[in-house]
């Protein structure tokens, strides 16, 4: 059965360094996205990414995260320069379409920053 | 902006028996999708199953029903004959349905009920 692959499972950073969460989609879907939880709060909406360019975002994607899809398989989220409160699970999650079709999510990346 | 409340931290439930866990929501539109996640210790969060809001028929998924009550903007997810397997958390979530006329495509969740399930 097809699934959203997520690398690392776990990712430890020194706090202001620059990390790359990978995710790899489902191979015939169009929408990306990705969440956030962190630890005892509820998961929450980052961005949406379509046809290669962002297609919403919340309050929380500011400057210092960024999305990308470098190839025809891969899709990233970079976070710039990582604080103390950037720890969290992320999940990223793909769609065939944008009416009605189920997100599948990927295991997440739990992102610790010391 | 739309919320999703679970009141619920957490529940028991012993095997076999049946477990309901409530879910309310606020919106001011009119038609939108309703979902429950879970999420297992592995931390995947796997869809339980899903309710278009146009529809009145309450959605079933094998051991798993809602009871949607659109007047109350209540979505309870029942579980019948619980299984071990289903100690997890569970996310009820809501997304626009409209989303071509300006609705978000945004899922937004609940905090999460966490059920333990008892042998």
């Known amino acids: 059965e097809p699934e959203v692959t997520q690398t690392p499972s776990h990712q430890v950073t020194q706090m202001g360094q620059e990390v790359i969460l990978r995710c790899v989609p489902i191979?015939?879907?169009?929408?990306f996205y990705w969440y956030r939880q962190i630890l005892g709060q509820k998961v929450e909406f980052l961005v949406s990414?379509?046809?290669?360019?962002?297609?919403?975002k919340s309050e929380i994607f500011d400057d210092q995260f960024s999305v990308e899809r470098p190839d025809g398989s891969n899709f990233t989220l970079k976070i710039r320069s990582t604080k103390l409160e950037d720890s969290a699970m992320y999940f990223c999650?793909?769609?065939?379409?944008?009416?009605?079709?189920?997100?599948?999510f990927g295991q997440g990346t739990r992102l610790t920053v010391v | 902006a739309q919320t999703v409340t679970q009141s619920q931290p957490e529940m028991s439930v012993q095997e076999a028996e049946t477990v309901t866990l409530s879910c309310t929501y606020d919106?001011?539109?009119?038609?939108?999708?309703l979902f429950w996640y879970k999420q297992p210790p592995s931390r995947q969060m796997i869809l339980v199953i899903r309710?278009?809001?146009?529809?009145?028929q309450n959605a079933t998924e094998n051991r798993f029903s809602v009871n949607f009550q659109k007047a109350a903007k209540s979505f309870s997810l029942k579980i019948s004959d619980s299984q071990l397997g289903d100690a997890a958390m569970y996310f009820c979530?809501?997304?626009?349905?409209?989303?071509?006329?300006?609705?978000?495509?945004?899922?937004?969740f609940g905090k999460g009920t966490k059920l333990t399930v008892n042998p």
């Open positions: 309710q278009e809001a146009y529809k009145q």
């Open positions: 990414f379509y046809n290669n360019e962002i297609s919403e």
């Open positions: 999650a793909s769609s065939e379409a944008l009416q009605g079709a189920e997100a599948f």
């Open positions: 919106t001011s539109e009119s038609d939108y999708y």
């Open positions: 191979s015939n879907h169009l929408y």
């Open positions: 979530a809501y997304r626009s349905y409209f989303i071509t006329q300006g609705g978000s495509e945004k899922l937004v």
